[in-house]
C-alpha cells in the first residue's frame, strides 16, 4: 500500500497540522509500505542548518523513527520547502525525489509532483521561481546568518499571502495545454499533484487517451487528507 499527502505547512504556528501529521506516521502510515510528500510539508525550510531547531528537530526525528519501523519515505520539493537538502534528509532517512518523478508499481504507473511548475499563467510567480532555483541565488541565500533569512522567508511569505489576493484562482492553477503537453511526455500515467490546495480529480483527454488526475488536499489545525494507492485503486482518506 501506498500514501501520498502534500500541503501540510508544518511550522510550530500550526500546532494541530505537526500533531496530526506526527499521529498519522506514528500510526495510519504504519501499515503503508511508502509515504510519499508531494511538497510544501514545512511552511518555509531556510536551510538544512536549521534542522536542529527544535520544532524541525522534532519532525526530523519522528520521520526516522518511522523509516526505522519500516517505513519508506520519499519527498519531493515544494515552493515553499525547496531548501530541503541531502543534510535533512540523511539525518530524518527519507529519500529525496525529482519532480516530477514516475513511480512505476507492478500495477500501475504514476507521474508525481508538487504541482507549481506548470502553473504558468502565474507569471509573477514563474519569475520568482526562476530566481530562488537557481544555484548561484540559492547558495547566496544560504550564506546569510539564519535570522536574516528567517525574515526574508516570512517577509516572502507575507507577500505571497498579500499578492494572492489580487490573483484569481483559475491564474494560480495548472494551465490546460502545459498539462496536456506534461501528461503526453509521462506516457499517459496517473497524475498525482498538489500545491493549489483544490483537492480534485479530473479526466483528461489527451490524444484520445483518458488520464487521470489527482489534486491532494492542503492539511489544516483540524484535517488532512491522504491518498490511498491499494494495489488496484486510488482513494481518499480522510485524518483528524
Ligand atoms: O506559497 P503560497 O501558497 O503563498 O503561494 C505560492 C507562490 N508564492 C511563493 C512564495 C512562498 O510562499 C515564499 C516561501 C518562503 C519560504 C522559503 C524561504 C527560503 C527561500 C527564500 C526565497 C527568497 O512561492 C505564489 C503563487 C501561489 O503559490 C499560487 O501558485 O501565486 O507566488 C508568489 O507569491 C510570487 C509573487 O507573485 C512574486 C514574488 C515577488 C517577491 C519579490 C521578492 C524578490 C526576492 C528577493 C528575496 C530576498
Ligand atoms: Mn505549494
Redesign the pocket.
Known amino acids: 500500500m501506498l500514501l501520498f499527502i502534500s500541503d501540510l505547512h508544518l511550522s510550530p504556528r500550526s500546532p494541530g497540522a505537526t500533531r496530526l501529521f506526527l499521529e498519522f506516521l506514528a500510526g495510519r502510515a504504519r501499515q503503508a509500505d511508502a509515504l510519499y510528500i508531494l511538497g ?1 510539508f514545512f ?5 538544512d542548518d536549521d534542522g536542529a531547531e527544535p520544532f524541525n528537530a522534532g519532525i526530523v526525528a519522528a520521520l526516522r523513527a518511522a523509516g526505522q519501523a519500516g517505513l519508506a519515505i520519499a519527498l519531493q520539493h515544494g ?5 530541503l537538502g541531502p543534510d535533512f534528509a540523511a539525518a530524518a532517512g527519507v529519500k529525496l525525489l525529482p519532480d516530477p518523478y514516475v513511480l512505476s508499481t507492478p500495477e500501475w504507473q504514476f507521474v508525481l509532483a508538487h504541482g ?1 511548475a506548470l ?1 504558468t499563467d ?1 507569471a ?2 514563474m ?3 526562476r ?2 532555483r537557481a544555484p548561484a541565488w ?1 547558495a547566496a ?1 544560504l550564506a546569510k546568518p539564519l535570522p536574516e ?1 528567517r525574515a ?2 516570512a ?3 507575507e ?3 498579500a ?2 489576493q489580487e ?1 484569481t484562482p483559475d491564474l ?1 492553477d495548472l494551465n490546460p495545454g502545459e498539462t496536456d503537453d506534461f501528461l503526453r511526455r509521462h506516457g499517459y500515467a496517473t497524475f498525482i499533484h498538489g ?3 483544490r483537492p480534485a480529480t479530473h479526466d483528461h483527454l489527451v490524444d484520445g487517451i483518458h488520464v487521470e488526475r489527482w489534486v491532494l488536499a492542503d492539511w489544516h489545525e483540524d484535517r488532512g487528507e491522504c491518498l490511498v494507492w491499494d494495489g488496484a485503486r486510488l482513494s481518499r482518506e480522510a485524518l483528524g
Not at 511552511?43 to 536551510?47: E, K, N, V
Open positions: 510544501d511552511d518555509a525550510w531556510i536551510g515552493n515553499r520547502d525547496f531548501l507549481d502553473c502565474d509573477a510567480y519569475a520568482f521561481r530566481q530562488v540559492q541565500f533569512r526574508i522567508a517577509h516572502l511569505r507577500q505571497s499571502e499578492g494572492k490573483k494560480m500545491h493549489t490546495h
